[in-house]
């Protein structure tokens, strides 16, 4: 039984009837329906369900187990695009700036890019690569960011977190920065620098833009 | 309550109103309210049995999937089935819908036309990919709905077509093609795919979902046209023998023209040749006691019933695998609930 033909022999010859003409209807609307739009009546098989529709081909728990891989493979395709586009927002939003594809000149090349809006927060990774072949403890600190016309974010409204970072040899780690940009903040491009104890040799340039 | 199917009715009344509550986050508020927001939400505030969200919502959950996952799409059906209503009992020129006025009875032609407009925007919302189904659900989702509106549009411009033709030489296979456009797609099919795509992550397969939808939507249209000649549809609102007087191409008038004598058939194609307002009382009686006399009646009876017969088969097959669950042993009472109705 596949297409719920029915028990020829318990049915009457209008019940019969009835059932084959349903059948062969409901064959025709499928085939128009191939045509919609080139898009297909999905079935079992276009979808990759083992033996075509797979009905009752395999243990109760398969196709469950199935859907549950596919909704962890949506969530995290999901969350892929979502970063992505976060991301090419920031982008967006610093180049319409003139922010890292125009830097100031004292900037060196800003090196963590970060944009809000005022009152709001902006969040960059800052990572240290420990090039030497000792570990290295290291305590990071940031500048006030300091804007063309002398407007400043004070140092004191970021933080890193975790603030320490002890890097083995050759090892990388990362700390998350966090600026929370003042509500009376102007608009415009702020920049300062990463500084931190273990490594005083080394700089990172930041760019604060926030947006009008 | 009815007798044996307690447990299915109060299934029923329980996703209808986890719909309606939801669907109040969709139906916008504004000016001008009494000329449009009012209207708009006329129809849903009458309540209905809500058979179609409930078919989405116990399918998601057979398949896997949880309530918060499949509502947004049965909201936005059964605020498109809303908004059909409208512009359809205008086409059908329907006095009353669930016990009322129909809308444009209530406020005119060009208003109702416009509220069933907005509903059909308004129930466009919840698809918006909100982060619950992801992207591609959200997509899969759409393209059926899409799919829903082409072929329940189509359906209806077939029957309207047909009445404004006086189309005569029509087969039951005509009739079956028709209900399987005009009703039973958005009806039985949709919902039953919708359902296993949002809670299978769209793995369900379809195709079988789809057979059995069809058999069981064609099934309940013959029941629900054999209750309008015979039944007592009052209660619900609907105008006895409604169908005929609108010349309706039913299953018993598609048997009877194929099976009346020459007589009797050249009066019956006349009388749907005239002008619906031009058919009187007695004219629609003697189109019954036709039925009666030629066995259109019990034709489309036996005929349904075969047809319902292949539904529980066509079930069998649409849901095997997935083991026995209360959402599975819901959509089976809804089988017999659906086709059970008294004559």
């Not at chain 2, 009815?2 to 508020?29: I, P, S, W």
């Not at chain 2, 040749?273 to 034709?299: C, I």
Request: net charge negative; glycine share 12%; with cysteine.
């Amino acid at each position: 039984m596949s297409d719920g033909d029915g028990h020829r022999d318990d049915l009457s010859d209008v019940q019969w009837r009835g059932i084959t003409a349903a059948r062969d209807v409901f064959d025709r609307l499928v085939a128009e329906l191939d045509g919609f739009d080139g898009r297909p009546p999905r079935t079992g098989a276009e979808l990759g369900t083992p033996g075509g529709n797979g009905n009752g081909a395999g243990p109760d728990d398969i196709p469950q187990l199935r859907a549950a891989v596919a909704r962890t493979i949506d969530v995290y395709a999901d969350l892929f695009r979502r970063t992505l586009e976060v991301y090419a927002d920031v982008v967006e939003s610093v180049l319409r700036t003139g922010g890292p594809a125009a830097p100031a000149p004292d900037a060196g090349g800003a090196e963590v890019g970060l944009a809000a809006a005022a009152g709001a927060e902006a969040v960059a990774a800052v990572w240290i690569h420990n090039a030497t072949e000792a570990p290295i403890d290291v305590v990071l600190r940031i500048t006030d960011l300091t804007a063309h016309d002398g407007a400043v974010v004070e140092a004191s409204a970021s933080g890193f977190a975790p603030p320490r970072l002890h890097v083995g040899a050759g090892a990388s780690r990362s700390s998350e920065l966090t600026v929370r940009v003042p509500g009376a903040a102007a608009p415009g491009t702020y920049v300062g620098h990463v500084l931190s104890t273990g490594m005083p040799e080394t700089r990172l340039a930041v760019c604060l833009v926030v947006a009008g | 309550m009815t007798q044996g199917f307690e447990h299915v009715e109060a299934t029923l009344a329980e996703y209808a109103e986890v719909t309606r509550a939801a669907m109040g986050d969709f139906l916008v508020d504004g000016q001008p309210a009494g000329h449009l927001y009012d209207l708009v939400r006329e129809y849903p505030g009458r309540g209905g049995k809500g058979i179609r969200p409930s078919l989405l919502l116990a399918a998601c959950q057979a398949f896997g999937g949880a309530v918060r996952e499949g509502i947004a799409p049965a909201v936005a059906l059964e605020m498109m089935h809303n908004a059909f209503l409208i512009h359809d009992d205008l086409e059908d020129a329907s006095p009353t819908r669930r016990g009322e006025p129909t809308l444009h009875e209530l406020h005119g032609v060009g208003l109702a036309v416009n509220a069933g407009d907005a509903l059909a925007w308004m129930a466009l919302q919840p698809l918006r990919d909100d982060g619950v189904l992801g992207t591609r659900i959200a997509k899969l989702v759409l393209d059926e709905f899409l799919t829903m509106v082409r072929v329940t549009t189509e359906g209806q411009a077939l029957e309207l077509g047909w009445r404004r033709s006086n189309a005569v030489d029509l087969g039951p296979a005509d009739y079956l093609g028709l209900t399987g456009k005009k009703t039973c797609w958005y009806t039985t099919v949709a919902p039953l795919r919708v359902g296993a795509i949002v809670g299978s992550r769209g793995i369900a397969p379809l195709e079988s979902l789809s057979r059995f939808g069809f058999y069981l939507g064609v099934a309940f249209q013959i029941r629900d046209d054999l209750l309008n000649l015979v039944g007592s549809d009052i209660a619900q609102g609907e105008e006895p023998l409604s169908d005929i007087r609108e010349g309706k191409r039913t299953l018993m008038l598609v048997h009877l023209l194929a099976h009346a004598t020459e007589g009797h058939r050249d009066w019956l194609v006349e009388y749907l040749a005239a002008p619906e307002d031009e058919r009187t009382a007695a004219d629609v009686e003697q189109v019954l006691a036709l039925m009666e006399r030629y066995g259109s009646l019990d034709f489309a009876l036996e005929y349904g019933s075969g047809i319902a017969a292949a539904a529980g088969d066509a079930f069998d097959d649409a849901f095997a695998g997935l083991g026995v669950s209360p959402h599975v042993t819901f959509i089976r009472g809804l089988i017999r609930y659906m086709l059970a109705r008294s004559l």
